[in-house]
């Protein structure tokens, strides 16, 4: 008995007798440890107080045996058992009845489960983070077989769970690695090492995607293979966005380049084209020679078509417009944005009231935020910063108070790039937006980005300016029209003269005089109609050119700098046949108002205007349905 | 005879104009920058100005500038080669400051003549 004592105290499991009365008769050492240092502090207690609910694991245990003596109640059972400090330690029981000294005894064996249950909470947290990862896993075995697939991977390849488990990952082949790929992932695999690479696969629907993926082998402790472990990341849309990236920069270098070249180029073609054109005057077409000059031009001409060709490429002016949110519009610059910046500078957006509706060539606009953000990145000299932009709404009235007072009346998206870099001289900031200037080193600078987000925005119709701390930070603003009152991709109505609209027509007002231009925008809009003023001509031909069909009335001042109203009223007449103008002169003249009757202008009326005579005309110019 | 002044830096293209227009029958004075041209608008009874817009020295822009307030009905016809980014920048200024007639290189010599031909015809006013 001494000699088998000393053996169970050997095991590490706690082993009891329990004698019919549920009293302790004996334990070993394992079990005695848990008793305070006592000798057999145990021996005579009631092993309900050891490990509570011991009686009913009996009776459980009796009544299977009972029924069917061949059968072994399915052990271990799960318990808890109670130590000498009254501390709780999870354990599997198995009970066997035996004789001990003729008496009917208990031989409960306690294993402490304590380690095996962290580790199994630990593979529970571990297979829960797989299951979310964003990443997609796959575990196959040594063969290739697909034992494991994270929910992740089912979203990125659109394979079900069931569907791919005991296959072969080659059911993802695109075709777009060849057999030399492969080749060399294996053997890289096959060596017990970590492969890393870059995939194209097919996901499900047939659609191509391109994966970073990390595979490694699982080895046991023989050194043997048992399985592969892949961790794939989906970066379709990263290198998408650097595809673009890298088109926008080429492009810019295409437009540099061509612009480079152009000036001396279209120099050289123009005395190349005017000798030519020279010497054809003086040979006869007749003379051997004609021909071959002949083609001396056509080659010149075609040169030229070129050298525009890739200026306009360089400048994108062939992309597009099309009405889209603005939040959308952003959203997509940004991306481009985030791409280029380093991570040391944290872009943070704000939106403030409601998303709007601009007409814009998308393509445009994400050059100009792109030129805007690695200027500011360029003003933080590559120290950790913040970049916000920030959009809102504002109205004309708004804006006059501050820095533009020549906006037009209505809406407008406020898109403002604010940066915490070094900030602009004063002394520079009014040149900034100038081709060619820049206050890069070397190489380092083109000059063209600002000049390129000033011509872009111009041609939108839209505003840029800049206010800058030295010290503290550059803000970028950035106006674009809203286009709100037009429904959304509502094809532009192909008008020859304005819409039935009463007081409801859009009128352009030109006169040089603020006062006057004042005064007649109030008038205007006194009757009920929209108004754009302009105080110049020029600065209204380019609106009216590239909105002709935003305007239904053209009124304008006769005598004015640099153009005439006259010359506008025809330029836009061309553009936009049939288009009212109203001409008010200063001086009475029969044959001027005979050339302006015979070029189209009907209205012509004299100063001192009244407010009435005009509301009429107006009146009558806007209820005409049909134009000329 | 009506009298035009040519402004290039170029003196390829200086005679090439010369020669087309001297066979139109105009008289031609020739000047290859700005401080040149202005001095040769002094010097004669200029009927025309043809001026190129990015020179040495002084640039079109500021020679129209300068002449328009030498004499605010000088007539003018800017030809540049074109701005970096647009074609069109420089003669978009050159508009701004008065000159109604401008031209691309390479210059069509049929419109160019004609447009001459219409700036110098006598005043129906």
């Known amino acids: 008995m001494q000699n088998l004592s000393s053996v169970l105290d050997c095991f590490t499991d706690r082993i009891y007798a329990v004698d019919e009365a549920g009293l302790v008769v004996f334990h070993n050492a394992a079990a005695a440890n848990c008793a305070a240092g006592n000798q057999n502090p145990l021996v005579g207690l009631p092993f309900e107080k050891v490990l509570p609910g011991f009686g009913r694991l009996r009776a459980v245990v009796a009544s299977v045996e009972a029924l069917s003596p061949q059968d072994q109640v399915e052990m271990p059972l799960q318990s808890t058992l109670l130590d000498q400090v009254g501390k709780s330690v999870p354990v599997e029981v198995r009970i066997e009845r035996v004789a001990w000294n003729a008496a009917t005894t208990d031989i409960v064996i306690c294993r402490d489960t304590t380690s095996r249950q962290i580790l199994t909470k630990e593979n529970q947290r571990l297979v829960t983070a797989i299951s979310h990862a964003a990443d997609a896993i796959v575990i196959t075995d040594a063969q290739g077989q697909i034992q494991y697939v994270n929910p992740a991977f089912c979203a990125m390849t659109g394979h079900t769970r069931a569907s791919v488990l005991g296959t072969n990952p080659r059911l993802l082949k695109s075709g777009h690695q060849d057999a030399e790929f492969y080749r060399q992932m294996w053997q890289t695999l096959t060596q017990g090492e970590v492969w890393s690479g870059r995939l194209v696969n097919r996901g499900k629907d047939g659609e191509l995607f391109t994966e970073d993926t990390t595979i490694s082998p699982v080895i046991d402790e023989c050194g043997c293979i048992t399985h592969f472990v892949a961790a794939k990341r989906d970066v379709t849309r990263e290198v998408g966005l650097k595809e673009r990236l890298h088109e926008a920069q080429k492009l810019e270098a295409v437009g540099t380049l061509a612009g480079g070249i152009a000036h001396d180029f279209n120099n050289i073609l123009y005395a190349l084209l005017g000798y030519a054109d020279l010497a054809l005057d003086d040979i006869p077409s007749e003379h051997p020679a004609h021909t071959p000059l002949q083609e001396i031009a056509r080659a010149g001409n075609r040169a030229a078509t070129l050298v525009a060709k890739m200026l306009a490429f360089g400048r994108r002016t062939d992309g597009c417009r099309e009405v889209v949110s603005v939040a959308e519009l952003l959203g997509g610059g940004l991306d481009l944005v985030r791409a280029t910046l380093p991570a040391t500078i944290q872009i943070e957006t704000q939106q403030n009231g409601p998303d709007g509706r601009v007409m814009v060539d998308a393509n445009q606009i994400h050059q100009v935020l792109l030129n805007l953000c690695t200027n500011a990145q360029y003003a933080m000299d590559g120290a950790p910063g913040v970049l916000r932009i920030v959009v809102d709404q504002v109205d004309a009235e708004q804006e006059r108070s501050g820095a533009l007072k020549d906006l037009q009346p209505g809406d407008w998206v406020r898109i403002r790039v604010i940066d915490s870099g070094r900030g602009i001289a004063p002394a520079v900031l009014d040149r900034i937006f100038e081709p060619y200037f820049t206050t890069r080193k070397g190489h380092e600078g083109t000059g063209l980005g600002l000049a390129t987000v000033h011509g872009i925005v111009a041609d939108h119709g839209g505003h840029v300016s800049v206010e800058s701390e030295p010290g503290v930070g550059t803000e970028f603003t950035i106006l674009l029209p809203l286009r709100t009152a037009v429904a959304p991709q509502a094809p532009e109505p192909v008008s020859t003269g304005s819409a039935a609209k009463g007081a409801q027509g859009h009128v352009l007002v030109i006169d040089d005089e603020p006062m006057v231009l004042n005064v007649l925008e109030k008038a205007i809009t006194r009757f009920g109609y929209q108004v754009t003023g302009f105080a110049g001509g020029i600065e209204a031909l380019e609106t009216f050119r590239a909105q002709p069909d935003r305007f239904d009335v053209v009124v304008t001042d006769q005598s004015m700098p640099n153009i005439t109203g006259f010359e506008i009223g025809t330029q836009m007449m061309s553009i936009r046949p049939g288009l009212p103008v109203v001409l008010i002169t200063g001086h009475s003249d029969e044959r001027f108002h005979e050339q302006a009757c015979a070029a189209g202008i009907r209205y012509h009326l004299l100063k001192p205007i009244s407010m009435k005579e005009l509301g009429e005309v107006l009146e009558e110019l806007t209820s005409v349905t049909t134009a000329v | ?125």
Do not use: C, H
């Not at chain 2, 010097?43 to 020295?57: G, K, R």
């Open chain 2, 1 to 125: 005879m009506n009298k035009i002044l040519i402004v290039d830096d170029d003196q390829q293209i200086r005679d090439m104009l010369r020669i087309t227009l001297e066979r139109e029958g105009y008289g031609v004075v020739e000047a290859g920058d700005g401080v040149q041209a202005l001095a040769a608008y002094r010097a004669n009874s200029i009927d025309l100005v043809i001026t190129d817009i990015v020179m040495p020295e002084k640039e079109g822009i500021e020679l129209i500038m300068e002449m328009k307030s030498l004499d605010a009905d000088v007539k003018i016809i800017a030809i540049s080669g074109g701005g970096r980014i647009n074609p069109e920048d420089y003669l978009k200024w050159a508009r701004r400051f008065g000159v109604a007639n401008t031209f691309s290189k390479p210059v069509d010599r049929q419109k160019l003549l004609e447009v001459v031909a219409q700036m110098l015809a006598p005043q129906v006013a």
